[in-house]
């Protein structure tokens, strides 16, 4: 089984726009910035729902994920490539969803990988004051 066959439907959907979204922009890698980004801007998402019970503004972190994008290195002509970054947090997001019972991963086990060990996605995160 592919890592894309462990994914629920809507994971795909977040993780197709991430690559679209590095490729329009220019970026050499899909980043964990773009996946959220992705995440966030699906319609009916219901990560957005939970960030939005827990207080959060939704356009505020939208808005530091876009500035952490804006600032990544643009490549014309190169391959795209899911970056370090973005594999280290989708096995990160596989085990939490291991944990927590589930068959498939899905945009929340992604959500909270983000909480995990990456110093850069979590200051982003950090600048619009969001918890796990």
């Avoid at 970026?27 to 966030?40: D, K, R, T």
């Avoid at 219901?46 to 808005?63: C, F, H, P, R, Y």
Wanted: a negative charge.
């Amino acid at each position: 089984m592919n890592d894309l066959e462990k994914m629920t439907n809507r994971a795909k959907e977040s993780m197709q726009s991430a690559a679209q979204m590095a490729e329009d922009a220019g970026h050499p890698n899909v980043e964990p910035e773009h996946l959220l980004y992705a995440v966030l801007s699906q319609e009916g998402s219901s990560v957005n729902d939970i960030l939005t019970q827990k207080g959060a503004k939704v356009a505020d972190i939208e808005n530091a994920l876009k500035k952490a994008l804006d600032k990544m290195p643009q490549v014309r002509g190169h391959r795209l490539v899911a970056g370090p970054r973005l594999v280290n947090l989708f096995e990160t997001a596989k085990s939490i969803s291991k944990k927590m019972g589930d068959e498939y991963v899905a945009n929340e086990h992604f959500w909270l990988a983000a909480y995990e060990g990456d110093s850069a996605l979590k200051g982003v995160l950090a600048q619009s004051a969001v918890g796990k």
